[in-house]
């Protein structure tokens, strides 16, 4: 895995761009306070992909969600710009550092295997998943992440084709709307780590170091909704493990054709599983559950995580139709065709938002969790990183007879992270000489033309952090045992990968892996863009403060100093 492209000149101020703490003047919490915010994240959206479809459809509801609110022009998510660390800085306030959650699959060194029984002598160090692969279901993930429902329509997906008829793809969403508002039952106890405190399994949100707007809402007697892509977004629940009332989390790397193919792998097949979650939020915005069923009142924090864009960035082709972007960095057919169907379900909500009635107590947040790089196929370079790890594994074997293997765990899409079975400086400092001083060799084996395909030298790297540059990297505590030992910055156009099926990818600290669209519209908004350099991180204390709730009450926004968004109120 791997994510990133680094064209950061030297002396780049890399803190301010992990942290998110960018200066903002908030008005007073009293004036104009809104009942409800939605926020919306359309993974991969480019502020550059916003502006471009608006400058093109000046009429559309994207055109029309600007027109009435701010437009920041210059925003930045975290580093790694990844979905999980993206996600939970946006309803936290806090960077990885502070959070404690820098990957959605990550290793962590105090942490117990999954499974292990005997914690007084098992050994320290294991994966943490955070994805499809803590669900009860596997071999097939189901939609449903393993509850089970029967309906004809969930349980026929695997033999279904991709040329689903609407009314096929509509049986499938009210199918899928009776899933569980507590997804935490989908994850399977012995897939996740074990806590060596307590000897338990440890749940996604027990992972998480500080508390999230959801449960700051709710201890003011508020209710709170989510949708989103794996069960083990449960960890927006925050520490409590209570903060959502109703979560809905559709697995979107299950079988969804007769191939066996997830909803990723077809852009057609990625908006029939984004629809599964518009169709909840419009419920919610009715004051019913997500399933429609129940009358339990609009929400004050809730929304949804659309993955549309950021698989038409990724795929080279789908449905026939050219993936990523044409050359001067415009969207092609297919992100263009993904950029309509975001338009139209924008349309969707903010009707359904003013049939309720609700137009004037509701301020919707547009953002992303992260980017995509590259934009310029050109640059694009395929680089297999499991070659590099294992080079470097037996390079260090030569000196060191009989020690284990020196990475334990790495993720790599465009930024590299890596966690070592030895910490000591002389294994840190080897690591990153290593790095820095081979090349990686084409990836010809996957990639026999060539297309895509160079020898990088520096294993595709501009610079590697380690140990307490790592560590300061992120504001993270000398030694985290969340924290990865060594992060590698890439060179323009790097992925890591060891196939053909992307293009593009996310996680590192690019411009265009960090550059992401940030909107507030709605109530109590001043209109008008702002082209101060702001961070997602802020959009959570912005939350709070729209629905007249302290700022200070986010335990990473005090740890931090995160502002709310600038000249955002209206005088």
Known sequence: MSRGSFGVA?????????????????????????????????????????AYYVNRHPRSALAGLIADGREYTHARTTFPSDSFPGMIAQLTGGGPGTTGVYYDDTYNHSLLPPGTLDCATAKPGTEVSWTEAADR??????????????????????????????????????AILSMTPTPQTLLDPAALPVNPATCTPLYPHGYLR????????????????????HAAYEILNGPSGTGIDDLFTPEINSAADAAGDDWTTDNALTQEYDSTKVAAVLNEIDGLDHSGRRHVGTPAIFGMNFQTVSTAQKLPVSDGLAGGYLPGGLPGPLLSRALDYIDTQIGRIRGQIRRAGLSRGTTIILSAKHGQA????????????????????????????????????????????????????????????????????????????????????????????????????????????HAPDLVGLTQDGVVYTGNLKKIAEHGGDHPQDLDVALVVSGAGVRRGVSDTTVHTSQIAPTILTVLGLDQHALQAVRIEHTQILPTLRRP
């Open 374 to 481: 590259p934009m310029d196929l050109a640059s694009l370079r395929r680089v297999d990183d499991g070659g590099i790890i294992d080079n470097l594994n037996t390079a260090w074997a030569r000196w060191h007879t009989g020690s284990a293997p020196l990475v334990t765990f790495s993720v790599d899409d465009d930024g590299m992270l890596l966690w070592l079975s030895d910490r000591s400086p002389a294994a840190l400092g080897f690591a990153k000489t290593y790095l820095l001083t081979h090349s990686a060799p084409a990836n010809l084996a996957t990639d026999p033309k060539g297309v895509y395909s160079a020898t990088v030298q520096s294993s595709g790297l501009t610079k590697v952090y380690t140990g307490p540059a790592a560590d300061t990297l992120f504001r993270a505590q000398s030694g985290d045992s």
């Open 10 to 50: 030297a002396g780049l101020e890399i803190a301010a761009l992990l942290v998110g703490t960018a200066s903002g003047a908030g008005a007073s919490p009293e004036r104009s306070r809104s009942k409800h915010v939605l926020l919306i994240s359309v993974d991969g959206l480019h502020q550059s992909d916003l």
């Open 137 to 174: 279901s596997q071999n097939p993930i189901t939609l449903d992440a393993g509850q089970k429902l029967t309906d004809p329509a969930l349980t026929g997906l695997p033999t279904n084709t991709k040329a689903r008829t609407l009314a096929d793809s509509a049986a499938i969403t009210k």
């Open 210 to 229: 500080v508390n999230t707007v959801f449960e700051v809402a709710k201890s003011h007697g508020l209710t709170t909704a989510w949708s989103d892509k």
